[in-house]
């Protein structure tokens, strides 16, 4: 099956770092963009940032401009999301997708999607 796992979340101090992975089975990841997505509790899911298959586009939400930075490793099937100076406000599940179009701004048009990992900031 075509799968995505993600990986890499857990708990850091506001300030802190973190890097998600997003791992992909089953297909070949560089023929795909790739977008992450993070949704906290009560809240609905919001986009975070997205890279297109050849890595020239790289978008990310305007909280995250100058925070968090979207990178792919093709040799190793994999994309990242390195996250810095996180803030409480950062705390959700982050979810990576991929589809193999384009970069889209709403959620429901993505292929296919991980499972999450929890990231939590907190003193």
């Known amino acids: 099956q075509l799968q995505l796992v993600e990986s890499g979340g857990g708990l850091v101090q506001p300030g802190g770092s973190l890097r998600l992975s997003c791992a992909a089975s089953?297909?070949?990841?560089?023929?795909?963009?790739i977008g992450w997505f993070r949704q906290a509790p009560g809240k609905e899911r919001e986009g975070v940032s997205c890279?297109?298959?050849?890595?020239?586009?790289?978008d990310y939400a305007d909280s995250m401009k100058g925070r968090f930075t979207i990178s792919r490793d093709n040799a190793k099937n994999t994309v990242y999301l390195q996250m810095n100076s996180l803030k409480p406000e950062d705390t959700a599940v982050y979810y990576c997708?991929?589809?193999?179009?384009?970069?889209?701004?709403?959620?429901?048009?993505?292929?296919?999607w991980g499972q999450g990992t929890q990231v939590t900031v907190s003193s």
């Open positions: 997708a991929a589809t193999r179009t384009y970069c889209h701004s709403a959620s429901r048009l993505w292929e296919y």
């Open positions: 089953g297909f070949t990841l560089e023929y795909y963009a």
């Open positions: 890279i297109s298959s050849s890595g020239g586009q790289r």
